[in-house]
């Protein structure tokens, strides 16, 4: 397999046609040179590409990250990319932005151009335009729904959930996340009733938290190996993304940093 490069900087070409939402990414993306390769698992071999951290990859996918304002999707996703925890004052992400991680799964260059959308009421626009493609056509963003563990979530999540499906596609690669883990002394939401709710809507589940980094990597490394094992559609190759989680967890006592 060829390897791709984008030049750091490029904006990705999937952003949507429907509606111009405006956030920090969005501006980026307008402001962008042509497209560079297709997103969610379509490659152009002849536009050679690097990630914006300057690395090769094979193949790139497009993911979301949603949920309530004020779970911590932001900051699941710095964690993911730069290993740090954004401490501080909480600022509400405006609209939507991304950032790009390759990752290397079974010796393939996967891109993850992760998209952080906002969680306000206001922005909902926003985020629904970014389920589909140029076309208007529902797109296969996979998704990552975030809850927190200290509020009661149940009902939000049920209506994301719905709002998800009725949106998405209906094979999207979708994972529940409840977040801040580390705050147990608030803790509201108990990890039975988060896997209850992942096993109503068969979605695979786990417990994060930004601050501390627990299962922040499994989460993205589990959706990447899903979208590469889809991509690539290697019959000699069997790959489920619930046992790969449930393994995996087990493995490190549910509590990989
Ligand atoms: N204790 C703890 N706090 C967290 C964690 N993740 C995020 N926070 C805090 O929660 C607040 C909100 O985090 P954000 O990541 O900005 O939330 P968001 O989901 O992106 O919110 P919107 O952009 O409004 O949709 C911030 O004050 C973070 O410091 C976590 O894992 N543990
Ligand atoms: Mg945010």
């Known amino acids: ?41 379509v490659v152009h071999p002849s536009r050679p590409s690097i990630s914006s951290s300057n690395e090769f990859y094979d193949i790139a996918f497009k993911v979301m990250l949603v949920g309530d304002s004020g779970v911590g999707k932001t900051c699941l996703l710095v964690r993911f990319k730069d290993g740090a925890f954004l401490a501080g004052s909480f600022i509400s992400t405006v609209g939507i932005d991304f950032r790009n991680k390759v990752l290397t799964i079974d010796g393939v260059k996967v891109k993850l151009q992760i998209w952080d959308t906002a969680g306000q009421e206001r922005f ?5 335009a970014y389920y589909r493609d140029a076309h208007g056509e ?49 803790r509201v939401v108990k990890r039975e009733d988060g896997e209850k709710l992942a096993k109503e809507f068969g ?17 993205f490394t589990a959706v990447a190996k899903e979208l590469k094992h889809r991509f690539m ?24 940093t």
């Open 203 to 219: 979605v695979p589940f786990m417990e994060t938290s930004a601050r501390s980094g627990l299962n922040v990597e499994l989460a």
């Open 138 to 186: 529902k797109l296969i963003p996979p998704l990552y729904l975030l809850y927190v563990l200290v509020s009661c979530s149940y009902c939000i999540c049920q209506a994301w959930l719905t709002e998800i499906h009725e949106y998405a596609q209906q094979d999207v690669v979708l994972m529940l996340l409840g977040n801040k883990a580390d705050a147990t002394h608030n």
């Open 1 to 41: 397999m060829s390897r791709k490069k984008a030049a750091k900087g490029k904006a990705p070409n999937s952003s949507p046609s429907a509606g111009s939402p405006g956030g920090k990414g969005v501006g980026k993306a307008a402001r962008s040179s042509p497209s560079i390769v297709q997103m969610n698992g």
């Open 124 to 128: 909902r626009s926003v985020t629904h």
């Open 233 to 256: 559609k290697d019959p000699s190759e069997r790959f489920k993304l619930h046992e790969y989680v449930n393994k995996e967890m087990k493995g490190a006592g549910c509590c990989r």
